[in-house]
């Protein structure tokens, strides 16, 4: 089952921020979160990860909450090319290997 | 570019009739990943090698099984193919040690249809 909940879908204007909530109650204190995104009939694309800290790189921004049980995908001047559905992801280790356990994913949509 | 690369992007077989993607990467990863993505889904992970070790998830139906000939080249088959396999199946692979953080990169998938 998957550990994130995330709203089905969210629009944007473009050049202004898009900011996407992911809800990870459950995470454990070894877990990370991931960012993935998807347009349509491609492979999921990588974006950004963290553990607890804030991250940035030049794709986006991550922002952790202090008890990890959520955090926010932040695109700070969204165009239509970033038009795609966002997944938020928490990598999970068993004992006999690792596993990326999807959330359903935010339909992106950045209009004109 | 280093990269994930599945054949075909797009794959057709008769009910019942054996198949088998192919996926190849360049990133000289350790780790490999085969996923099942429905229409309208995320993707749900079906198994995965680390290294030689084959790691089957839970509920993976033993229809599908895998295979790794190298570090280079993972393959899925699909034994008696039926209408509820048809979907995009996607390869990713990750570099990594049992508890690295490093992510994992997707190559653009195989869209299998079932006739």
């Known amino acids: 089952d998957a550990k994130t909940t995330q709203p089905p879908s969210m629009d944007c204007a473009e050049g202004r921020a898009a900011n996407l909530p992911c809800n990870h109650s459950?995470?454990?204190?070894?877990?990370?979160v991931y960012w993935y995104r998807q347009i349509h009939s491609q492979g999921p694309q990588y974006i950004i990860h963290?553990?607890?800290n804030n991250e940035t790189n030049e794709m986006a921004s991550l922002i952790i909450t202090e008890d990890r049980k959520s955090s926010t995908l932040i695109l700070p001047h969204a165009t239509l090319r970033d038009t795609a559905v966002y997944y938020c992801?928490?990598?999970?280790?068993?004992?006999?290997?690792?596993?990326?356990?999807f959330g359903p994913g935010t339909r992106l949509s950045v209009l004109p | 570019d280093a990269m994930v690369i599945q054949n075909p992007r797009y794959q057709v077989t008769q009910f019942g009739k054996p198949v088998t993607l192919s996926c190849s990467q360049t990133?000289?990863?350790?780790?490999m990943y085969w996923y099942q993505q429905k229409s309208s889904q995320a993707p749900k992970l079906l198994f995965h090698?680390?290294?030689?070790?084959?790691?089957n998830e839970a509920d993976t139906p033993d229809n599908f099984q895998s295979r790794r000939p190298n570090t280079s080249f993972c393959f899925l088959d699909i034994r008696s193919p039926g209408l509820g396999d048809a979907a995009m199946y996607l390869c990713?692979?990750?570099?990594?040690?049992?508890?690295?953080?490093?992510?994992?990169?997707f190559g653009d998938g195989t869209r299998l249809s079932i006739l």
């Open positions: 090698y680390y290294d030689k070790d084959f790691n």
């Open positions: 459950t995470i454990s204190g070894n877990e990370y």
């Open positions: 990133l000289n990863h350790n780790v």
């Open positions: 990713a692979t990750s570099r990594g040690t049992e508890n690295s953080n490093q992510p994992q990169h």
């Open positions: 963290g553990l607890k």
């Open positions: 992801i928490v990598r999970v280790f068993y004992n006999y290997g690792q596993n990326f356990v």
